[in-house]
């Protein structure tokens, strides 16, 4: 059964810093592509950044410049830093990872972001 887990979520001040780190489980094939989602209270879950198997990544144009995401394709792992963190990141972050025709998504982190 495939498991991914993320931590590292908490409570920031604004212009703060947090390291987001999704471990995946129970697959011993690469995922080929790992997502960070977050989903605010009231709104549409929405990808916050993406990196492929093969290092290609995308950000949602709202975080650019601010985080950053990397894996460690030997051990299934993404992470997401996160700085200069605003009230408007505030939301559940999700991992998803992606194989063939299987997404396997976490149970997400809260990320709470305080003016």
Request: hydrophobic share 35%; aromatic share 8%; with cysteine.
């Amino acid at each position: 059964q495939v498991q991914l887990v993320e931590s590292g979520g908490g409570l920031v001040q604004s212009g703060g810093s947090l390291r987001l780190s999704c471990e995946a489980s129970g697959i011993i094939l690469r995922l080929e592509v790992m997502d960070w989602y977050r989903q605010a209270a009231g709104k549409q879950r929405e990808l916050v950044a993406r990196i492929t198997s093969r290092g290609i990544i995308k950000y949602a144009d709202s975080v650019k410049g601010r985080f950053t995401i990397s894996r460690d394709n030997t051990k299934n792992t993404a992470h997401l830093q996160m700085n200069s963190l605003k009230p408007e990141d505030t939301a559940v972050y999700l991992c998803k990872g992606s194989y063939s025709l299987y997404d396997y998504w976490g149970q997400g982190t809260q990320v709470t972001v305080t003016s």
